[in-house]
């Protein structure tokens, strides 16, 4: 085994294989909990539950009274949750 090396001695490419495999098992870790992580893909930003169900996270601007959380819905197979 190799000997542990200083994150910032590492070359670049190091580096990222190394926050890659860290971010991997962290949300592994998260998800063994039955909790949900958070991810972006073409649509947008998402709720990954442990169960496979993606939860898509709609940003709106409210005029006004805010009618949510930080000004976001939380959307759930096309419908508001």
């Known amino acids: 085994m190799e000997a542990q090396k200083s994150f910032w001695a590492m ?14 098992e962290a ?27 993606k939860r898509y996270v709609i ?3 409210y005029k006004g009274r805010r009618r949510s959380v930080k000004g976001m819905d939380i959307w759930a197979n096309n419908t508001l949750v």
């Open 11 to 24: 070359g670049k490419r190091q580096q990222e294989s190394f926050l890659a495999e860290t971010t991997h």
């Open 27 to 53: 949300i592994a870790r998260t998800q063994a909990l039955g909790q949900a992580t958070c991810h972006k893909d073409e649509k947008g930003l998402y709720f990954l539950a442990p169960t496979g169900e």
């Open 59 to 61: 940003a709106r601007k």
